[in-house]
């Protein structure tokens, strides 16, 4: 089974922190993703990787950075948390399989913004 | 950009059967995806529609009509463990990324 970990389940953070969010998984898939999801907005892509060290902004991008050094981990940068960004957020991992694109996500990782 | 709209909720009994429809917009459709998702926990793939007509898979099955811009997710016999939130997401040309739809939140009464 594809496995999707983010390191974090909850998280409390103040105003002005700088914050991680680790995300692995154990495919060797190239593609990972970043999203946030907000009670009745859905989930929204913020950054996605096509490989290492690749990086495409998703549909809110804004206040957020990622970094892929390696295949397996896709993290997540919020340079300085602001309360907007208290959310759930899923990592996701992707293959290429006769579904077409199949995204396995992770638990997600709660993050308040205090 | 791309529109996805699905219901916000919908109540169904035990037992029944019962229709999650998905309209969306967009230039370049290549496929759309329903997911599950229960409360707190992360979503999960059920079901991959890219030509016209029916998937079926158990108890779910997805339609697709790409001339309408039209999806439906059907569950027959609904157990209570059904009750989650659906997820519809389209993808567009040939890139990797999907845009999900805001879900509908589905319960299941005895």
């Known amino acids: 089974d594809v496995k999707v970990t983010q390191s974090s389940r909850y998280l409390v953070k103040r105003t002005g922190e700088k914050v991680f969010l680790e995300c692995v998984q154990d495919?060797?898939?190239?593609?990972m993703f970043w999203y946030r999801q907000d009670p009745g907005l859905g989930l929204r892509l913020i950054y996605f990787?096509?490989?290492?060290?690749?990086?495409e902004k998703g549909d809110i991008p804004e206040g957020y950075s990622v970094s892929r050094e390696k295949k397996e981990r896709f993290s997540l940068i919020l340079e300085s948390a602001s309360t907007n960004q208290t959310s759930m957020y899923l990592c996701?991992?992707?293959?290429?399989?006769?579904?077409?694109?199949?995204?396995?996500f992770g638990e997600g990782s709660w993050l308040t913004v205090v | 950009g791309q529109n996805i709209d699905q219901p916000t909720e919908m109540t169904a009994t035990e037992g029944a059967i019962v229709q999650i429809n998905c309209t969306y917009q967009?230039?370049?459709?290549?496929?759309l995806f329903w997911y599950q998702q229960h409360a707190g926990e992360a979503p999960t793939f059920l079901s991959y529609?890219?030509?016209?007509g029916l998937e079926e898979k158990g108890r779910f099955s997805s339609f697709l009509s790409r001339s309408k811009g039209y999806s439906y997710l059907l569950l027959k016999e609904l157990q209570m463990k059904d009750s989650a939130s659906y997820l519809c997401a389209v993808r567009k040309g040939g890139g990797n990324k999907l845009t999900f739809g805001t879900g509908t939140q589905l319960k299941v009464e005895l």
């Open positions: 967009t230039s370049g459709f290549n496929g």
């Open positions: 495919m060797d898939h190239e593609n």
């Open positions: 529609n890219v030509l016209d």
């Open positions: 990787s096509y490989d290492v060290k690749m990086k």
């Open positions: 996701a991992s992707m293959v290429r399989d006769r579904a077409g694109n199949t995204i396995y």
